[in-house]
């Protein structure tokens, strides 16, 4: 079964310093792989995808993640974090042979701090 | 312009009562979802319908029934209500050949007292 471990539950970075959320997954076959933010009392919002093309991901807002297989890691940053980053970031992983379930991570709760 | 939106926003409730939550989506998916997230924010798939058919059904207890009056919307009724549906519920939709792409609706919080 697929399952996604996203590594911390709360993360603190200064204004201005990079931001680095961890995510890896288990899978035998590479799946697809998602970053997801959700701002206070509001849905999610897709940050970026990885589907099996590049292995550097550039996605909204400044963050871009990078997919290592020999890791199993699929990990976000941001060179510089801006208060307005302040939110939960989600890791999820779908199956690319047609098992349409999106598996969640359990969530980082990113502060920042002025 | 809204894509995927969800009535109520938020509904309060007591013990033993049945809710509705409604769903609907402007993106010309056949694709619909519900998602649950509990009080410590884990989410987790509860159904999915395909042009009205069930294709996901994880282990939720039946007291929980999907509706897709057409592909484009997806209600989710629940009966006699419990603590444990406390939480919010989130409804997607994708193209079923791109259901790596979902896009989420804002969200419903149940409070059940």
């Known amino acids: 079964a697929q399952s996604v471990t996203q590594l911390g539950s709360h993360v603190s970075v200064s204004e201005g310093a990079l931001v680095l959320l961890r995510c890896n997954y288990s899978?035998?076959?590479?799946?697809?792989l998602f970053w997801y933010v959700q701002y206070p009392n509001q849905g999610l919002q897709l940050l970026l995808k990885?589907?099996?093309?590049?292995?550097l991901v550039k996605g909204i807002n400044g963050f871009e993640a990078e997919f290592k297989k020999s890791e199993t890691s699929f990990h976000l940053t941001k060179p510089s974090a801006h208060m307005s980053d302040a939110a939960e970031y989600f890791c999820?992983?779908?199956?690319?042979?047609?098992?349409?379930?999106?598996?969640f991570g359990t969530g980082t709760r990113l502060t920042i701090i002025p | 312009d809204t894509a995927v939106s969800q009535t109520p926003k938020y509904l309060v409730t007591q013990m033993g009562n049945d809710k509705s939550i409604k769903c609907e989506q402007n993106?010309?998916?056949?694709?619909m979802y519900w998602y649950k997230q509990d009080s410590k924010k884990f989410l987790k798939i509860m159904f999915s319908y395909n042009n009205k058919e069930l294709i996901i059904n994880e282990t939720v207890p039946n007291r929980f029934s999907p509706k897709s009056p057409d592909k484009a919307h997806l209600n989710l009724h629940i009966n006699s209500l419990e603590l444990g549906d406390s939480a919010v519920y989130f409804c997607?939709?994708?193209?079923?050949?791109?259901?790596?792409?979902?896009?989420f609706g804002p969200g419903t919080r149940l409070t059940v007292l």
């Open positions: 999820a992983a779908i199956s690319n042979f047609g098992n349409e379930k999106l598996t």
């Open positions: 990885y589907t099996s093309a590049a292995t």
């Open positions: 899978s035998s076959v590479p799946p697809y």
């Open positions: 997607a939709s994708s193209l079923r050949d791109r259901y790596n792409e979902q896009f």
């Open positions: 993106l010309g998916h056949d694709t």
